[in-house]
Protein backbone atom coordinates (compact mmCIF):
# COMPACT_ATOMS: atom_id res chain seq x y z
CA UNK A 1 0.00 0.00 0.00
CA UNK A 2 1.43 3.41 -1.17
CA UNK A 3 2.30 6.24 1.85
CA UNK A 4 -0.24 8.32 0.28
CA UNK A 5 -3.35 5.71 1.25
CA UNK A 6 -1.83 4.81 4.76
CA UNK A 7 -1.88 8.36 6.05
CA UNK A 8 -5.62 8.92 4.70
CA UNK A 9 -6.44 5.56 6.39
CA UNK A 10 -5.07 6.72 9.57
CA UNK A 11 -6.53 10.14 9.15
CA UNK A 12 -9.90 8.95 8.95
CA UNK A 13 -9.43 6.06 11.63
CA UNK A 14 -8.37 8.77 14.01
CA UNK A 15 -11.45 10.54 13.23
CA UNK A 16 -9.02 14.03 12.21
CA UNK A 17 -9.52 16.70 9.70
CA UNK A 18 -6.81 17.10 7.01
CA UNK A 19 -6.93 20.77 8.20
CA UNK A 20 -6.62 19.53 11.95
CA UNK A 21 -3.51 17.18 11.12
CA UNK A 22 -2.35 20.04 8.92
CA UNK A 23 -2.28 22.51 12.47
CA UNK A 24 -0.56 19.83 14.17
CA UNK A 25 2.59 19.49 12.05
CA UNK A 26 2.29 23.32 10.59
CA UNK A 27 1.61 22.86 6.82
CA UNK A 28 -1.47 24.15 4.39
CA UNK A 29 -4.63 21.48 4.28
CA UNK A 30 -3.78 21.36 1.07
CA UNK A 31 -0.18 19.61 1.57
CA UNK A 32 -1.94 17.51 3.53
CA UNK A 33 -4.26 16.44 0.86
CA UNK A 34 -1.26 16.25 -1.60
CA UNK A 35 0.16 13.81 0.60
CA UNK A 36 -3.08 11.99 0.74
CA UNK A 37 -3.72 11.93 -2.90
CA UNK A 38 -0.25 10.87 -4.01
CA UNK A 39 0.64 14.02 -5.67
CA UNK A 40 3.43 14.48 -3.62
CA UNK A 41 5.62 13.16 -0.75
CA UNK A 42 5.77 14.25 3.08
CA UNK A 43 9.29 14.68 4.12
CA UNK A 44 11.31 12.53 7.55
CA UNK A 45 10.34 15.55 9.63
CA UNK A 46 6.46 15.37 8.49
CA UNK A 47 6.58 11.75 8.68
CA UNK A 48 7.60 11.48 12.07
CA UNK A 49 5.04 13.95 13.57
CA UNK A 50 2.24 12.14 11.61
CA UNK A 51 3.56 8.67 12.59
CA UNK A 52 2.93 10.30 16.29
CA UNK A 53 -0.33 11.53 15.61
CA UNK A 54 -1.02 8.40 14.48
CA UNK A 55 0.22 6.27 17.38
CA UNK A 56 2.08 4.37 13.33
CA UNK A 57 5.34 3.24 13.52
CA UNK A 58 7.14 4.74 10.70
CA UNK A 59 8.27 1.34 9.69
CA UNK A 60 4.19 0.68 9.03
CA UNK A 61 4.62 4.16 6.82
CA UNK A 62 7.50 3.34 5.18
CA UNK A 63 7.18 -0.47 4.57
CA UNK A 64 7.38 -1.69 0.95
CA UNK A 65 6.96 2.37 -0.33
CA UNK A 66 10.05 2.29 -2.81
CA UNK A 67 9.48 5.75 -3.65
CA UNK A 68 9.09 7.24 -0.15
CA UNK A 69 12.49 5.83 0.46
CA UNK A 70 14.01 7.30 -2.35
CA UNK A 71 12.91 10.46 -1.60
CA UNK A 72 14.17 10.10 2.14
CA UNK A 73 17.50 9.49 0.71
CA UNK A 74 17.18 12.20 -1.79
CA UNK A 75 16.55 14.78 0.89
CA UNK A 76 19.18 13.50 2.89
CA UNK A 77 21.61 13.69 -0.11
CA UNK A 78 20.65 16.97 -0.15
CA UNK A 79 20.95 18.02 2.91
CA UNK A 80 24.42 16.99 2.89
CA UNK A 81 25.47 18.70 -0.24
CA UNK A 82 23.88 22.01 1.39
CA UNK A 83 26.29 21.45 4.16
CA UNK A 84 29.37 20.98 2.14
CA UNK A 85 28.58 23.87 0.49
CA UNK A 86 28.45 25.79 3.27
CA UNK A 87 31.70 24.70 4.44
CA UNK A 88 33.43 25.16 1.36
CA UNK A 89 31.90 28.77 1.37
CA UNK A 90 33.20 29.91 4.69
CA UNK A 91 36.79 28.02 4.13
CA UNK A 92 37.04 30.12 0.94
CA UNK A 93 35.98 33.32 2.93
CA UNK A 94 38.59 32.50 5.25
CA UNK A 95 40.97 32.70 2.58
CA UNK A 96 40.31 35.25 0.93
CA UNK A 97 40.43 36.97 4.02
CA UNK A 98 43.96 35.52 4.79
CA UNK A 99 45.49 36.09 1.17
CA UNK A 100 44.19 39.91 1.41
CA UNK A 101 46.63 40.40 4.32
CA UNK A 102 49.53 38.57 3.56
CA UNK A 103 49.08 40.69 0.30
CA UNK A 104 49.29 43.48 2.47
CA UNK A 105 52.18 42.62 4.26
CA UNK A 106 54.18 40.78 1.46
CA UNK A 107 56.86 42.09 -0.05
CA UNK A 108 57.54 39.56 -2.92
CA UNK A 109 57.75 38.73 -6.42
CA UNK A 110 55.18 39.90 -9.03
CA UNK A 111 53.87 36.48 -9.58
CA UNK A 112 53.37 36.01 -5.90
CA UNK A 113 52.32 39.32 -5.50
CA UNK A 114 49.67 38.94 -8.68
CA UNK A 115 48.64 35.81 -6.64
CA UNK A 116 47.84 37.19 -3.76
CA UNK A 117 46.07 39.95 -5.11
CA UNK A 118 43.61 37.67 -7.60
CA UNK A 119 43.42 34.74 -4.79
CA UNK A 120 41.20 36.56 -2.23
CA UNK A 121 38.43 38.00 -5.02
CA UNK A 122 38.40 34.34 -7.01
CA UNK A 123 38.11 32.81 -3.28
CA UNK A 124 35.29 35.61 -2.08
CA UNK A 125 33.09 35.02 -5.35
CA UNK A 126 33.50 30.87 -4.65
CA UNK A 127 32.75 31.20 -1.23
CA UNK A 128 29.50 33.51 -1.77
CA UNK A 129 28.64 31.34 -4.45
CA UNK A 130 28.43 28.42 -2.20
CA UNK A 131 26.71 30.16 0.34
CA UNK A 132 23.77 31.17 -2.04
CA UNK A 133 23.24 28.36 -3.35
CA UNK A 134 23.02 26.85 -0.16
CA UNK A 135 20.63 29.03 1.09
CA UNK A 136 18.46 28.83 -1.96
CA UNK A 137 18.80 24.44 -1.96
CA UNK A 138 18.18 24.69 2.00
CA UNK A 139 15.15 27.04 0.94
CA UNK A 140 13.63 24.65 -1.77
CA UNK A 141 14.65 21.64 0.34
CA UNK A 142 12.10 23.53 3.44
CA UNK A 143 9.43 24.17 1.22
CA UNK A 144 8.90 20.93 0.11
Given at each position: ??VGK?????????????????????????????????KSL??????????????????????????????????????????????????????????????????????????????????????????????????????T
Amino acid sequence: MEVGKKLKDARTQSRMTQEEIALKIKVSRQTISNWENGKSLPDIISLIHLSDIYEMSLDDLLKGNCEMIDKIEKDTNTVKSIRTMITIGWIMLIGATVFSLWNSYSGDSSLLQFMTSASPWVMMGVGIACLTASMANKHKVDNT
